[in-house]
């Protein structure tokens, strides 16, 4: 394990489990942006979509539906979804540290919700041409999103 892994595991523990539809475009963007600053390595994206990528990672307690609906992030027993899911994901991304105060001071919480759900629900998510097996992530594979 390298050392910046190492400091990483020092901070946060274990890796936060980021479940996002796979489907989705703007999901899967949102990843990579994420990935790309996971200076630390403890993000593991898992398809939501993917049901043995979700048992594997520790998630498939959780609703299909839920995960469709949300962003949902995972880290130990605890789990966020939303809003929540992405103030979390902020903590855990040195570059978003100095936005994260202003992530809990009010009224950023309650407008934060309501921008998550309209986005959420405006997004436009197709299925991926037979064949294409390029959002299926499992723990510990870094595949292309």
Do not use: K
Not at 89 to 94: D, E, F, I, N, S
Not at 104 to 117: N, Q, S, T
Not at 121 to 139: A, M, N
């Amino acid at each position: 394990m390298g050392v910046i892994r190492r400091i990483g595991r020092l901070l946060y523990g274990e890796p936060a489990v980021v479940l996002f539809d796979g489907n989705c475009r703007l999901c899967r963007g949102s990843i990579r942006a994420v990935r790309a600053l996971d200076m630390f390595d403890q993000i593991i994206p898992v398809n939501a979509l993917d049901e043995e990528a979700r048992t594997e990672a520790g998630a498939g307690r959780l609703e299909i539906d839920s995960l469709i609906e949300a962003m949902h992030v995972v880290a130990g027993d605890r789990a966020w979804a939303g809003f929540e899911a992405c103030r979390m994901l902020a903590g855990r991304v040195p570059l978003l540290w100095p936005v994260l105060p202003f992530l809990y001071i009010w009224p950023i919480p309650a407008l934060g919700r309501r921008v998550y759900r309209w986005v959420a629900r405006r997004r436009v998510c197709t299925l991926p041409p037979e064949g294409d097996d390029t959002v299926s992530l499992r723990p510990g594979r870094h595949e292309r999103i």
